[in-house]
């Protein structure tokens, strides 16, 4: 199972340049508020999709969708919650990025939607 910090160390090395979001989605103590940098991350992917930059958007994707897959309930609550659940509401969050999505991701996208499964893709995917 992936905790928060494993999530965070994922992130990381695969993608440096979410570390300024890392450091300002850290509480007084220094943990990382997960929800606030999902949100933050679905910003960045947004941002990086709309300047064409999709070797980062892929990235992000695949490290997000890591999460969903192998995270404990509290980093896949993450995900589900704060990066999959309110796509589409913000400028930017178009159907050609939601195309490049993973197909976990997607699933989740779904189920939230009522367009999938009854059990949640975290729960099936983790099996």
Known sequence: MLNARGFVDALLAAVPRATPLVDENRDDDGVVLLHLLLSDLLRLTVAAFGAGDTALVG???TVV???????DDHVAEAVAVSFVEHYGAAPGESDELLGCW???L??????????????????SARG
């Open 59 to 61: 990235r992000v994707l």
């Open 65 to 71: 969708e890591k999460g969903l897959r192998e995270g």
């Open 102 to 104: 993973p197909p976990l």
């Open 106 to 123: 997607r699933a989740e996208l779904d189920r939230q939607r009522g367009r999938g499964g009854g059990a949640s893709a975290t729960s």
